[in-house]
């Protein structure tokens, strides 16, 4: 009897476990990141305190070039279209986006399909 863990393991090529894992990491990393901007955003304009905003953004750009990394690795591994390719990395600019997509890649990467 198989579980459907081992079903998709057996579709999916062993080449793009690590990326996928890395994908699904930075991916989930940024999205919380990106929640955190938007909070030290309110409080920039809404409270008039710039210092977490300061402090808090380039570490957010850090995080994002990661994730703009290590996306593209996953790109380039799974051979996506540029189209799927762009989106994802798109995804990483809008807020909860980045969550919605990564479960996206995860099914499609794994049945070896493109994204989009």
């Not at 996928?20 to 919380?32: E, I, M």
């Not at 808090?56 to 750009?61: D, E």
């Not at 290590?70 to 996506?80: N, S, V």
Request: hydrophobic content about 50%; glycine content about 8%.
């Amino acid at each position: 009897m198989t579980t459907s863990t081992e079903g998709a393991e057996k579709t999916r090529p062993a080449s793009l476990s690590g990326p996928l894992l890395r994908f699904r990491v930075s991916a989930y990393v940024t999205g919380v990141g990106l929640l955190a901007l938007c909070a030290t955003m309110v409080i920039e304009y809404g409270f008039g305190n710039a210092t977490p905003a300061a402090v808090y953004s380039p570490i957010h750009g850090v995080l994002y070039m990661i994730y703009l990394v290590l996306t593209i690795d996953l790109a380039i591994k799974a051979r996506w279209s540029i189209k799927s390719t762009v989106l994802v990395l798109l995804a990483g600019c809008v807020p909860f986006v980045s969550f919605l997509v990564e479960r996206r890649v995860t099914r499609r990467v794994q049945a070896g399909q493109d994204v989009f």
